[in-house]
């Protein structure tokens, strides 16, 4: 019974801690604080650079738009016309030729003496 109410207590304990905890705010302007302390001291390169440049939206929309606009143009102006024509026979003419060429010399039927 000591065990249980000892664990009780510390539950209640627990509980009523939480009581006088506060929301933790961060100090103003911390953000930039953060982001002057990183940037002090490295210069922008030429990858920081072409990077800030790619990843505005209008430079992202306006690649989009162009390979969109490649594709249709691709598939609109293919002027392949000609259809696939499919084999309906499994044998080439070689084969055919050369198996009608070995059953009739071995026709056991119609043998000329």
Not at 1 to 30: C, F, W
């Amino acid at each position: 019974m000591e065990i249980n109410k000892n664990i009780g207590e510390k539950v209640e304990r627990a509980l009523h801690s939480m009581d006088v905890h506060q929301r933790a705010t961060p100090a103003p302007y911390l953000a930039t604080r953060i982001n002057a302390a990183l940037s002090a001291g490295k210069q922008p390169g030429l990858w920081d650079k072409f990077y800030a440049i790619i990843t505005r939206p209008a430079v992202a929309m306006a690649c989009i738009a162009i390979v969109l606009l490649l594709n249709i143009m691709i598939i609109t102006f293919n002027d392949n016309t000609e259809a696939v024509r499919f084999q309906t026979d499994s044998r080439s003419d070689w084969q055919s030729y050369s198996i009608s060429a070995t059953s009739a010399s071995y026709d056991v039927e119609n043998i000329e003496p």
